[in-house]
């Protein structure tokens, strides 16, 4: 997907929701038309909030609130803003919900974090910040009714990307300094040495995790603010989507060639982000992954697992390889499907145990 430039124009600074999801009857995925580049340091782009349905997995139609990139479009989850490290983001949001929304991004090392004031119903304001000063993944929320809690309850969010200056995107070393020298895998098979962590990566992917209960989002769609006591909920949701939608959706599965026994092929950069109350433990089928950053065990950045808790409201990047299965019989690279899922076993369900209709996705080897 393509960006409207301004110039000069380094790359893409909002792209549209990751899953492509389709939203009050508007299909297929569209780029955010107003984000432009007017000057080397300077972004500026555009979004509007409103109220929205969306249709869960099993038919139920739930309400919600959401960012889209003109007056009469919603994505799900909403666009992915990118900038680079030290730029200043011009982000000119407007109010066509029916409640107060605000804009927040959480606080972190070399970044004071933004909380702008809630914008008032039919309301129009620029916020200004300057983006983190180190390269990472993050993600914003619209505060609806004063509170980011009830943003993230009710879909209000989207991933925010902060790249390197002037190295390409796809270089490990720039986005993570210093991971690939601590890096550590066990040998193959205990014996055979094992490809160490790849220098680049050849693809992305942006998976960010929510959930709900539509009894709870009713009531927050209609002015309450979310609370510590609020329902369990009863669905679970990668991109917006859950079950076949999420496996079969080409921005949320992982699909590439492989390449050998312990050789990468056309390795994935994963950024997991939990916006849900719950944290998630994310499992891959056929290949292990590279964590490269977590924000609150750092050691195990390095490791090379196949499971990984994301906490809530924090993220998680890791490199996928996709190597050739070990454990393939007989030996193939290609036409092999795995699964990837929560840990978590209530998050693979919807509606009270409807299965796999929750948090769940595929790999796949081309």
Do not use: C
Request: no cysteine; hydrophobic share 40%; net charge neutral.
């Amino acid at each position: 997907m393509d960006a409207t430039r301004g110039t000069p124009s380094r790359r893409t600074v909002l792209r549209v929701g990751l899953a492509g999801a389709t939203i009050v009857g508007v299909g297929g995925s569209v780029v955010l038309g107003s984000a432009t580049r007017v000057a080397a340091d300077v972004v500026n782009a555009r979004l509007f909030v409103a109220n929205g349905e969306r249709t869960m997995i099993d038919g139920l139609v739930v309400p919600f609130v959401g960012f889209g990139s003109t007056a009469d479009r919603l994505e799900l989850p909403s666009g992915q803003l990118e900038v680079q490290t030290g730029d200043t983001v011009n982000l000119t949001i407007t109010n066509n919900s029916n409640l107060p929304t605000g804009f927040f991004v959480a606080s972190a090392p070399g970044f004071a974090g933004v909380n702008a004031a809630p914008i008032p119903v039919g309301g129009t304001r620029t916020v200004t910040f300057t983006a983190p000063s180190r390269p990472g993944t993050h993600h914003y929320v619209a505060t609806v009714s004063g509170s980011v809690a009830t943003g993230r309850a009710l879909g209000a969010t989207g991933p925010f990307v902060v790249l390197p200056g002037s190295a390409a995107r796809t270089s490990v070393d720039a986005l993570f300094p210093g991971v690939r020298i601590r890096a550590r895998r066990q040998p193959l098979f205990g014996t055979t040495v094992a490809t160490a962590l790849p220098t680049t990566f050849v693809q992305e992917r942006t998976w960010l995790f929510g959930e709900l209960n539509p009894d709870t989002a009713r009531d927050l769609a209609g002015g309450r603010v979310s609370l510590p006591t609020d329902p369990e909920p009863e669905y679970f949701l990668m991109n917006g989507l859950s079950g076949m939608l999420a496996i079969e959706d080409r921005f949320t599965n992982i699909l590439g060639r492989a390449g050998g026994l312990g050789s990468p092929g056309d390795s994935t950069l994963v950024r997991m982000i939990n916006t849900g109350r719950a944290p998630r433990s994310v499992h891959l089928h056929g290949n292990h992954f590279w964590i490269l950053s977590h924000p609150d065990t750092p050691w195990l950045v390095g490791a090379f697992k196949d499971v990984v808790r994301v906490p809530s409201a924090g993220t998680v990047d890791v490199l996928v390889p996709l190597e050739r299965p070990p454990d393939a019989f007989p030996p193939v690279s290609r036409a092999q499907k795995y699964v990837v899922h929560d840990h978590i076993e209530m998050a693979q369900t919807a509606s009270g145990g409807h299965y796999p209709s929750g948090m769940v996705s595929e790999l796949i080897f081309d």
